[in-house]
């Protein structure tokens, strides 16, 4: 697959035929969801009136948008005018939305193509997108394991060759894990940079919507599109455009990169470990300056995101009860409709959040658990602002292990949970944080490398990312 800057020059120099090449990609995308089962919807209609409309554009020669023909496959729980947004629940399963999330309004105004909906976790909860009501997501590089959670969809699209960028959505690390595990570069940004209106909320201070790409160029152009303040969501920030593609190619010496001491203990894989240690070396060699750093309260990050998650999650799904939304049981009594509509519409680890929720939320136990998880939260965020007080980027894994079997962990929630322990806390404090491909183990599983950066230093993560990736070919 070329990389979206690669597409859009052949697509300028007419060496690509805008018709007939979404022609094939759409019979591709058949292809890959019976394969991968990765997407949910395959927007066809909606893809080639917009070939229609660029290739009208073309021909009277008015102005390209920066995304130019560009495909893109959109995760299921961002919201696209007159096409389900399901968010892979049976509760939503027909739900239609009126309107269009920004994200949508920006790609459509940058003239990219939306070819799909990307299939991913229920509600965005999970780790390995083994709990989408329409069934589990599978891993391109092997079939038998996981691609990651909860945008495993949208990662998959990306590393089968439909599309150089693709939007997922990351609450504890569900764009960068997922990329982790399939080879392609994800990036949550800052909390705030990107508008959520439009997004189905899971955890709302935690929530992000962020590019996934097949390479980190590809994920500054997108991120460059969706970013910018939105009147439409009250927690959008406003932020000052940079140039990311010059950022790039400023290259990494002189750049100060910490090592936090807690996310290279136990638990760690021996090749990723091995994989990270031999690309610190080639980093050195370039020029950068590597400093050794703690971040004391990485080890309550899990218990503490899982709370505050999961309290959030509660809140946000309790609007599902079958009046407003979706799904409604049968019943002759009103309690009745209640229960059944949210019994039969919700899967297991969305029930098993909503309780968790309720019961941290619940008198008695809100102090015990929810308060002193936001105390936990302050303290983290906090650590992240000294540390960058003193270095530029944080280089560390993106997870602990490559792409696991599916039903490998199926039966112990708590083991699944520890499969987000190096990028939740990115979540917690509200900073950038990107995964890169940095090659693959014995099993010629991809292995990714994660960098955190201060709050709306996002140029930093692309100048970065992009040394890495060149190092890592």
Do not use: W
Request: aromatic residues 8%.
């Amino acid at each position: 697959m070329d990389s979206a800057l690669d597409l859009q020059r052949r697509i300028a120099a007419g060496e690509i035929s805008l018709e007939s090449y979404y022609e094939t990609l759409l019979s591709e995308c058949v292809s890959a969801k019976a394969r991968f089962n990765c997407l949910t919807a395959i927007t066809n209609q909606l893809a080639m009136a917009t070939v229609e409309r660029l290739k009208t554009n073309l021909k009277n020669d008015r102005p390209k948008g920066k995304l130019f023909g560009l495909p893109v496959v959109v995760k299921d729980n961002i919201c696209l005018r007159d096409y389900p947004t399901t968010c892979a629940s049976k509760i939503l399963e027909n739900f239609v939305p009126p309107y269009n999330a920004t994200v949508i309004d920006r790609l459509i105004a940058e003239d990219a193509v939306i070819i799909a909906k990307a299939n991913m976790d229920e509600f965005a909860m999970g780790s390995s997108n083994e709990n989408s009501a329409f069934g589990p997501v599978l891993n391109p590089h092997d079939s038998t394991r996981i691609p990651g959670g909860s945008s495993g969809g949208s990662a998959v699209a990306v590393a089968a060759g439909l599309t150089p960028i693709a939007l997922g959505s990351d609450t504890g690390g569900s764009v960068r894990q997922p990329a982790a595990h399939c080879g392609v570069v994800g990036l949550k940004p800052t909390y705030g940079a990107v508008s959520r209106y439009g997004l189905v909320a899971y955890a709302s201070s935690l929530d992000q919507i962020g590019p996934l790409a097949s390479d980190v160029e590809s994920a500054a152009l997108l991120y460059s599109v969706i970013a910018g303040h939105d009147p439409k969501d009250s927690t959008s920030a406003q932020i000052t455009a940079v140039d990311h593609q010059s950022e790039m190619q400023k290259g990494i010496k002189g750049l100060r990169i910490g090592l936090p001491r807690e996310y290279f203990g136990d638990g760690l894989d021996n090749e990723i470990r091995s994989s990270i240690q031999s690309m610190i070396a080639k980093l050195k060699s370039e020029g950068a300056e590597f400093i050794d750093v703690s971040l004391p309260h990485t080890e309550y990050a899990i218990a503490t995101y899982y709370i505050i998650a999961d309290a959030e999650a509660s809140s946000n799904l309790a609007r599902y009860d079958g009046v407003k939304y979706g799904l409604r049981a049968k019943n002759e009594d009103l309690i009745s409709m209640y229960t059944n509509t949210r019994h039969e519409g919700f899967g297991a680890e969305v029930k098993r959040r909503i309780m968790l929720g309720t019961y941290v939320l619940s008198a008695g136990y809100y102090d015990a658990y929810y308060q002193k998880a936001m105390n936990v939260r302050s303290i983290l965020k906090q650590e992240f602002a000294d540390v960058f007080k003193v270095v530029d980027v944080l280089l560390t894994p993106t997870t602990p292990t490559t792409a696991f079997k599916i039903g490998e962990k199926s039966n112990d929630p708590l083991e699944m949970y520890l499969s987000d322990i190096y990028t939740v806390s990115a979540n917690l404090a509200g900073v950038p944080a990107m995964s890169v491909p940095i090659g693959k183990d014995g099993k010629n599983l991809p292995i990714g490398l994660q960098l955190t950066a201060k709050h709306f230093d996002e140029a930093v993560l692309f100048r970065a990312g992009k040394t890495v990736e060149r190092l890592a070919k």
